[in-house]
Protein backbone atom coordinates (compact mmCIF):
# COMPACT_ATOMS: atom_id res chain seq x y z
CA UNK A 1 0.00 0.00 0.00
CA UNK A 2 2.50 2.14 0.75
CA UNK A 3 5.73 0.94 -0.19
CA UNK A 4 9.02 2.75 -1.22
CA UNK A 5 9.54 4.80 -4.40
CA UNK A 6 5.63 5.34 -4.12
CA UNK A 7 4.32 7.54 -7.44
CA UNK A 8 1.55 9.21 -6.52
CA UNK A 9 -0.34 11.21 -9.73
CA UNK A 10 -2.60 13.91 -8.81
CA UNK A 11 -4.62 15.13 -11.28
CA UNK A 12 -7.87 17.58 -12.79
CA UNK A 13 -9.23 18.16 -15.52
CA UNK A 14 -7.28 20.97 -15.79
CA UNK A 15 -4.12 19.90 -15.28
CA UNK A 16 -3.89 17.95 -18.36
CA UNK A 17 -2.80 20.55 -20.97
CA UNK A 18 -4.91 20.40 -23.50
CA UNK A 19 -5.18 16.18 -23.61
CA UNK A 20 -7.74 13.77 -22.51
CA UNK A 21 -8.11 13.63 -18.64
CA UNK A 22 -8.54 10.17 -19.25
CA UNK A 23 -5.99 9.06 -21.96
CA UNK A 24 -3.50 11.14 -19.11
CA UNK A 25 -4.41 9.20 -16.46
CA UNK A 26 -4.83 5.30 -18.05
CA UNK A 27 -0.85 6.16 -19.67
CA UNK A 28 -0.04 7.52 -15.87
CA UNK A 29 -1.69 3.72 -14.66
CA UNK A 30 0.08 1.66 -17.50
CA UNK A 31 3.32 3.88 -16.86
CA UNK A 32 3.22 2.47 -13.17
CA UNK A 33 2.07 5.21 -10.66
CA UNK A 34 1.60 4.02 -7.00
CA UNK A 35 -1.56 6.24 -6.15
CA UNK A 36 -3.95 8.27 -8.13
CA UNK A 37 -6.04 11.79 -6.77
CA UNK A 38 -8.62 13.42 -8.40
CA UNK A 39 -7.87 16.77 -7.37
CA UNK A 40 -11.00 19.09 -9.59
CA UNK A 41 -10.36 22.74 -8.87
CA UNK A 42 -9.53 25.77 -10.91
CA UNK A 43 -11.50 27.57 -13.21
CA UNK A 44 -13.34 25.32 -15.39
CA UNK A 45 -13.54 22.26 -12.99
CA UNK A 46 -16.52 20.20 -13.45
CA UNK A 47 -19.03 20.07 -11.35
CA UNK A 48 -22.59 17.90 -10.24
CA UNK A 49 -23.32 15.64 -12.26
CA UNK A 50 -20.43 16.11 -15.34
CA UNK A 51 -18.04 15.48 -11.86
CA UNK A 52 -19.80 12.16 -10.43
CA UNK A 53 -19.13 10.81 -14.04
CA UNK A 54 -15.55 12.03 -14.67
CA UNK A 55 -14.55 10.40 -11.08
CA UNK A 56 -16.04 7.31 -11.92
CA UNK A 57 -14.44 6.86 -15.05
CA UNK A 58 -10.98 7.35 -12.99
CA UNK A 59 -12.55 4.98 -10.45
CA UNK A 60 -13.04 2.24 -13.56
CA UNK A 61 -9.25 2.79 -14.50
CA UNK A 62 -8.11 2.81 -11.14
CA UNK A 63 -9.92 -0.83 -10.52
CA UNK A 64 -8.60 -1.89 -13.74
CA UNK A 65 -5.06 -1.30 -12.80
CA UNK A 66 -5.35 -2.26 -8.99
CA UNK A 67 -4.20 1.29 -7.87
CA UNK A 68 -5.73 2.56 -4.86
CA UNK A 69 -8.53 5.99 -6.25
CA UNK A 70 -8.65 9.11 -3.78
CA UNK A 71 -10.69 12.15 -4.05
CA UNK A 72 -9.07 15.58 -2.49
CA UNK A 73 -11.25 17.43 -0.30
CA UNK A 74 -14.33 16.15 -1.20
CA UNK A 75 -15.75 13.73 0.78
CA UNK A 76 -19.39 13.36 -0.59
CA UNK A 77 -18.07 12.82 -3.79
CA UNK A 78 -15.58 10.29 -2.89
CA UNK A 79 -18.67 8.26 -0.86
CA UNK A 80 -20.87 8.70 -3.95
CA UNK A 81 -18.32 6.67 -6.57
CA UNK A 82 -17.08 4.67 -3.89
CA UNK A 83 -13.50 6.09 -4.31
CA UNK A 84 -10.77 4.38 -2.12
CA UNK A 85 -10.39 7.10 0.09
CA UNK A 86 -10.11 10.75 0.55
CA UNK A 87 -7.35 13.63 0.93
CA UNK A 88 -8.04 16.87 3.25
CA UNK A 89 -6.04 19.87 3.74
CA UNK A 90 -6.02 22.06 7.24
CA UNK A 91 -8.96 24.03 5.58
CA UNK A 92 -10.78 21.29 4.78
CA UNK A 93 -13.06 19.28 7.06
CA UNK A 94 -11.54 18.18 10.16
CA UNK A 95 -9.93 14.78 10.83
CA UNK A 96 -12.29 12.91 12.71
CA UNK A 97 -15.21 13.89 11.09
CA UNK A 98 -13.65 12.83 7.82
CA UNK A 99 -12.56 9.13 9.35
CA UNK A 100 -16.08 8.95 10.54
CA UNK A 101 -18.12 9.75 7.50
CA UNK A 102 -15.37 7.34 5.07
CA UNK A 103 -15.08 5.18 7.72
CA UNK A 104 -12.23 2.24 8.67
CA UNK A 105 -11.43 0.42 5.14
CA UNK A 106 -10.91 3.48 3.31
CA UNK A 107 -7.96 6.00 3.03
CA UNK A 108 -7.23 8.94 5.15
CA UNK A 109 -4.59 11.09 3.42
CA UNK A 110 -3.96 14.51 5.61
CA UNK A 111 -1.84 17.84 4.49
CA UNK A 112 0.11 19.05 7.53
CA UNK A 113 2.90 21.28 7.91
CA UNK A 114 3.76 20.91 11.29
CA UNK A 115 4.22 18.43 14.28
CA UNK A 116 1.12 19.74 15.95
CA UNK A 117 -0.93 19.23 12.77
CA UNK A 118 0.56 15.29 12.46
CA UNK A 119 -0.21 14.82 16.12
CA UNK A 120 -3.98 15.65 15.63
CA UNK A 121 -3.55 13.79 12.43
CA UNK A 122 -2.37 10.85 13.47
CA UNK A 123 -4.89 10.98 16.42
CA UNK A 124 -8.08 10.90 13.98
CA UNK A 125 -6.46 7.88 12.29
CA UNK A 126 -4.19 9.22 8.99
CA UNK A 127 -3.13 7.25 6.88
CA UNK A 128 -0.57 9.03 5.57
CA UNK A 129 0.96 12.39 5.06
CA UNK A 130 1.05 15.23 2.50
CA UNK A 131 3.51 17.42 3.06
CA UNK A 132 4.55 20.57 0.69
CA UNK A 133 5.65 22.63 -1.49
CA UNK A 134 8.75 21.31 -1.36
CA UNK A 135 9.87 23.25 -4.31
CA UNK A 136 7.93 26.20 -6.09
CA UNK A 137 4.39 25.51 -7.71
CA UNK A 138 2.20 26.75 -10.43
CA UNK A 139 -0.19 23.95 -9.36
CA UNK A 140 -1.68 25.59 -6.09
CA UNK A 141 -3.02 28.81 -6.95
CA UNK A 142 -2.96 29.43 -2.48
CA UNK A 143 0.30 27.10 -2.14
CA UNK A 144 2.42 28.24 0.94
CA UNK A 145 5.76 29.35 0.06
CA UNK A 146 8.33 26.43 -0.71
CA UNK A 147 9.48 24.71 2.36
CA UNK A 148 12.38 22.47 1.28
CA UNK A 149 12.27 19.31 2.73
CA UNK A 150 13.44 20.13 6.96
CA UNK A 151 9.05 19.72 7.63
CA UNK A 152 9.47 15.89 6.26
CA UNK A 153 12.43 15.73 8.20
CA UNK A 154 10.79 16.57 11.40
CA UNK A 155 7.68 14.90 11.26
CA UNK A 156 9.17 11.59 9.90
CA UNK A 157 11.61 11.39 12.61
CA UNK A 158 8.93 11.76 15.49
CA UNK A 159 6.57 9.57 13.33
CA UNK A 160 8.25 7.01 11.77
CA UNK A 161 6.12 4.95 11.29
CA UNK A 162 3.26 6.94 8.65
CA UNK A 163 3.92 7.16 5.41
CA UNK A 164 4.58 10.52 4.18
CA UNK A 165 4.64 12.03 0.23
CA UNK A 166 6.59 15.26 -0.37
CA UNK A 167 4.67 17.51 -3.03
CA UNK A 168 5.41 20.84 -4.62
CA UNK A 169 7.38 21.40 -7.74
CA UNK A 170 8.48 17.90 -7.51
CA UNK A 171 10.52 16.58 -10.78
CA UNK A 172 12.71 13.33 -10.94
CA UNK A 173 15.80 16.15 -11.17
CA UNK A 174 14.95 17.40 -7.92
CA UNK A 175 13.53 14.54 -6.24
CA UNK A 176 16.32 13.16 -4.64
CA UNK A 177 16.17 15.47 -1.68
CA UNK A 178 12.83 14.42 -0.94
CA UNK A 179 13.72 10.51 -0.83
CA UNK A 180 17.07 11.65 1.29
CA UNK A 181 14.84 13.17 3.69
CA UNK A 182 12.90 10.13 4.24
CA UNK A 183 9.39 10.22 1.85
CA UNK A 184 7.70 6.97 0.95
CA UNK A 185 6.93 8.67 -2.38
CA UNK A 186 6.58 11.71 -4.49
CA UNK A 187 2.89 13.13 -5.20
CA UNK A 188 3.06 15.12 -8.24
CA UNK A 189 0.60 17.21 -10.97
CA UNK A 190 2.84 18.90 -13.93
CA UNK A 191 6.09 16.86 -14.02
CA UNK A 192 3.32 13.69 -14.78
CA UNK A 193 0.53 15.58 -16.74
CA UNK A 194 2.50 17.71 -18.65
CA UNK A 195 4.98 15.03 -19.87
CA UNK A 196 5.67 13.57 -23.35
CA UNK A 197 6.15 10.46 -22.67
CA UNK A 198 4.43 9.74 -18.99
CA UNK A 199 5.82 6.00 -18.38
CA UNK A 200 9.21 7.09 -18.90
CA UNK A 201 8.75 10.29 -16.66
CA UNK A 202 7.73 7.55 -14.14
CA UNK A 203 11.18 5.46 -14.40
CA UNK A 204 12.86 8.18 -13.71
CA UNK A 205 10.94 9.28 -10.72
CA UNK A 206 11.70 5.41 -9.61
CA UNK A 207 15.42 5.52 -10.86
CA UNK A 208 15.92 8.65 -9.06
CA UNK A 209 15.22 7.20 -5.25
CA UNK A 210 18.09 4.49 -6.45
CA UNK A 211 20.13 6.95 -6.23
CA UNK A 212 19.58 7.90 -2.44
CA UNK A 213 22.10 6.72 0.06
CA UNK A 214 20.81 5.79 3.20
C1 LIG B 1 -1.65 20.24 -4.35
C2 LIG B 1 -0.38 20.84 -3.88
N1 LIG B 1 -0.10 21.00 -2.55
C3 LIG B 1 1.08 21.57 -2.29
S1 LIG B 1 1.88 21.93 -3.78
C4 LIG B 1 0.61 21.30 -4.74
C5 LIG B 1 0.65 21.29 -6.22
C6 LIG B 1 1.64 20.28 -6.74
O1 LIG B 1 1.67 20.34 -8.14
P1 LIG B 1 3.04 20.21 -8.95
O2 LIG B 1 3.53 18.80 -8.79
O3 LIG B 1 2.65 20.51 -10.40
O4 LIG B 1 3.99 21.24 -8.39
C1 LIG C 1 -2.27 19.11 -1.00
C2 LIG C 1 -1.94 17.80 -1.09
C3 LIG C 1 -0.81 17.26 -0.41
N1 LIG C 1 -0.51 15.96 -0.54
C4 LIG C 1 -1.26 15.12 -1.30
C5 LIG C 1 -0.87 13.69 -1.42
N2 LIG C 1 -2.35 15.58 -1.96
C6 LIG C 1 -2.74 16.87 -1.90
N3 LIG C 1 -3.77 17.28 -2.54
MG1 LIG D 1 -8.03 20.96 0.32
Redesign the pocket.
Known amino acids: MFNKPSVYF ?1 MGTQ ?1 ASGKDPLKVLEEALKGGITHFQL ?1 EKGTGALQGQDLVEFAEKCQELCTQYQIPFLI ?1 DDVDLALAVGADGIHIGQEDMDCDQARALIGKEKMLGV ?1 VHSLEEARVAIDAGADYF ?1 M ?2 V ?1 G ?4 AD ?1 KRPAGTAGIEEVISHFPDIPVFG ?4 SPQNAGAVWQAGACGV ?5 L ?1 GADDIALQIAHFKNSYKGVLI
Open positions: INRNSGGPYTRSKAIGGIAVISAS
